[in-house]
């Protein structure tokens, strides 16, 4: 059983940052890819940024520039640094893990930026 274990949320002004952590425990054999992704309120998930066991990371066109996605391989966690936050940063953001075919949701920790 895969555990997804997110921290790091919390509430921040805008323009000012957050650093989200997640760490996987249990039985992972190998991991292809982790990533970030939020779901606002009405709205649907949406992804924040990836990254690849090779390090390959991919990012939305909204976080481009102000977000930075890192991982650890040895701890099996996966990072977001969050910088000038806007408003509508607002979101669960929830941690991603692709393991073979099979995908492993955290719970998500609630970010808010207020204006």
């Known amino acids: 059983q895969v555990q997804l274990v997110e921290s790091g949320g919390g509430l921040v002004q805008a323009g000012g940052s957050l650093r989200l952590s997640c760490a996987a425990s249990g039985i992972i054999f190998s991991i292809n890819a982790m990533g970030w992704y939020r779901q606002a309120p009405g709205k649907e998930r949406e992804l924040v940024a990836t990254?690849?066991?090779?390090?390959?990371?991919n990012y939305a066109d909204s976080v481009l520039g102000r977000f930075t996605i890192s991982r650890d391989n040895a701890k099996s966690a996966v990072y977001l640094q969050m910088n000038s936050l806007k408003p509508e940063d607002t979101a669960v953001y929830y941690c991603k893990l692709t393991s073979f075919a099979n995908d492993y949701w955290g719970q998500g920790t609630q970010v808010t930026v207020s204006s």
């Open positions: 990254i690849t066991r090779g390090g390959s990371r």
